[in-house]
């Protein structure tokens, strides 16, 4: 009778996920990847430069104990998608004011005016801003615009309405008496 072969030994099983990195390691190891991220959303080499350097800062930071390498990287994503974005807002200036004749303008509205609506938009918050100037100034629909800013529709409408309502305070106080009276 023979005997059988031994049976093959079993590979260790792998774990389910790595373990996170320490900062250090994960800068050192993950620094293509962001770069690479940061390219995607088209920004400059310099700015790629600094938007890694800023992810690693954060995550350097953050002291997060992650469960595992997949959520890491997972964090590393998002910041570097948000430094982006934040990046490309900064690179892209709001005009309010132009030498572009305006409806305003031939409507009777002063220059002050003028420059009080102007100073009272750049007051709002970034993404009421963004919404306001997109809707009334560019004529973009609420649905493009949510689509742009990745928002839902009603967030979109409930920030042009905050928006205008944040107006109406601003300028009310500013000139009470200059609303028509009834």
């Known amino acids: 009778m023979s005997i059988p072969a031994p049976a093959p ?6 774990p389910l996920a790595d ?3 320490s900062p250090a390691q994960s800068a050192a190891r993950d620094r293509p990847l962001v770069l690479a991220w940061a390219r995607a959303h088209g920004l ?4 790629c430069d600094d938007v890694a350097q800023e992810a690693f800062v954060r995550l350097l930071a953050a002291n997060t104990q992650f469960p595992c390498r997949a959520a ?10 948000n430094l982006c974005v934040d990046t490309l807002r900064q690179a892209r200036p709001l005009v309010l004011i132009d030498d ?4 305003a303008l031939e409507a009777g509205i002063s220059h002050e005016e003028r420059r009080a609506l102007a100073d009272a938009i750049r007051q709002l918050p970034e993404m009421q801003r963004l919404v306001l100037v997109a809707k009334a100034v560019e004529e973009v629909t609420f649905a493009l615009l949510a689509a742009d800013l990745e928002i839902s529709i009603p967030s979109a409408k409930t920030h042009y309405r905050r928006a ?5 305070q601003r300028l009310h106080s500013i000139a009470p008496s200059s609303e028509p009276t009834s």
């Open 44 to 47: 400059r080499p310099e700015a």
């Open 72 to 81: 890491q990287v997972a964090w590393l994503r998002r910041v570097t998608s």
């Open 9 to 14: 030994p079993v590979p260790a099983a792998r």
């Open 100 to 103: 572009r004749p305006s409806p």
């Open 19 to 21: 373990a996170a990195l």
């Open 164 to 168: 205008v309502e944040a107006l109406r």
